[in-house]
C-alpha cells in the first residue's frame, strides 16, 4: 500500500508562472488536507478536501490559491501569478473518513520561486 | 480557534542528558499528535496521544497527555546524537468540519552535542 505521494517534489518558478502540485492520497482514503510550511516555521493549515467538495477553506491566501479534489485523479493545489513568498514546502496529508483518525503525510513538495 | 504553543523553541543539550519539550494548547482537542522532522524531509509520526493521562513510550522518547491542563510532553532520555531534529506537536480541533485538520505548534529544533 503506497503511501500519499506528491509530485513533484521539487518546483522552480519564476515570478508570474503558475505553480500546480499533485498530490495522491493513501488507497482507501477519500480526505485530503494541504499544509504550508515557510522556512523556519512550522506547518500552517490551508485547505481541507473531500472528493469533488471544498470542506474547510479557511486556511488559503484570498487571491490567487485554489485546490480541487476531483472524483478520479489526485488533489492539485493550485498558485497563480506566484511572488517571492511563495517560496515553501507544501504537504499533503490523507485520511480514509473525515474525523477520529490519524492523517498521513506526504513527502511534500518544496517550491522555490526565482 | 485552536491554538499550540511548544516551548522551547530551541534546545541544545549534551549526549546523555534528559531534557523535556512542552506542548500547551487552547482549546480542547481530541487528539495530540508528536512528529519528527529532518531537514528537507516530511514529517515522522512519532506519537498520538488520545485520552487524559495518556503515556506512551518509544526508545528514548517518552510523550504524556494531560487533557485538564491542556498540556503535553515530550520526555527525552539519555539524549544521542541521532535524536537532533526539529519536533513538533499537534492537536486536532473539534468540530464538524474540521475532519483529521491539525494545528501545529512552532517547533523545537533539538541539537544534541557530543
Known amino acids: 500500500n503506497a503511501g500519499v505521494m506528491q509530485n513533484p517534489r521539487h518546483l522552480v518558478r519564476r515570478r508570474g508562472q503558475e505553480a500546480r502540485l499533485r498530490c495522491s492520497p493513501m488507497?482507501?482514503?477519500?480526505?485530503v488536507y494541504w499544509y504550508r510550511q515557510l522556512p523556519e516555521e512550522g506547518l500552517k493549515f490551508m485547505v481541507y478536501?473531500?472528493?469533488?467538495?471544498?470542506?474547510?477553506e479557511s486556511g488559503m491566501p484570498k487571491e490567487r490559491f485554489s485546490a480541487e479534489f476531483p472524483k478520479e485523479g489526485p488533489s492539485i493545489l493550485r498558485i497563480q501569478q506566484v511572488v517571492r513568498g511563495d517560496s515553501a514546502a507544501y504537504f499533503c496529508a490523507s485520511s480514509p473518513v473525515g474525523g477520529g483518525t490519524e492523517a498521513f503525510f506526504g513527502q511534500g513538495t518544496r517550491l522555490t520561486v526565482v | 480557534e485552536l491554538k499550540v504553543e511548544q516551548n522551547p523553541l530551541f534546545l541544545s543539550m549534551q549526549e546523555g542528558k534528559n531534557y523535556t519539550i512542552y506542548c500547551n494548547y487552547s482549546?480542547?482537542?481530541?487528539?495530540l499528535y508528536w512528529y519528527r522532522q529532518d531537514p528537507g524531509k516530511s514529517l515522522e509520526s512519532l506519537f498520538v496521544l488520545l485520552s487524559n493521562g495518556a503515556v506512551k513510550q518509544e526508545g528514548r522518547l517518552m510523550a504524556s497527555l494531560d487533557t485538564k491542563a491542556r498540556l503535553s510532553t515530550l520526555h527525552i532520555t539519555a539524549a544521542v546524537h541521532d535524536l537532533s531534529a526539529t519536533y513538533f506537536c499537534a492537536a486536532s480541533p473539534l468540530g464538524e468540519t474540521s475532519g483529521s485538520r491539525l494545528t501545529f505548534g512552532e517547533g523545537t529544533q533539538l541539537t544534541v552535542n557530543p
Open positions: 482549546t480542547t482537542s481530541d487528539r
Open positions: 478536501l473531500q472528493k469533488e467538495n471544498i470542506i474547510d
Open positions: 488507497k482507501g482514503h477519500s480526505h
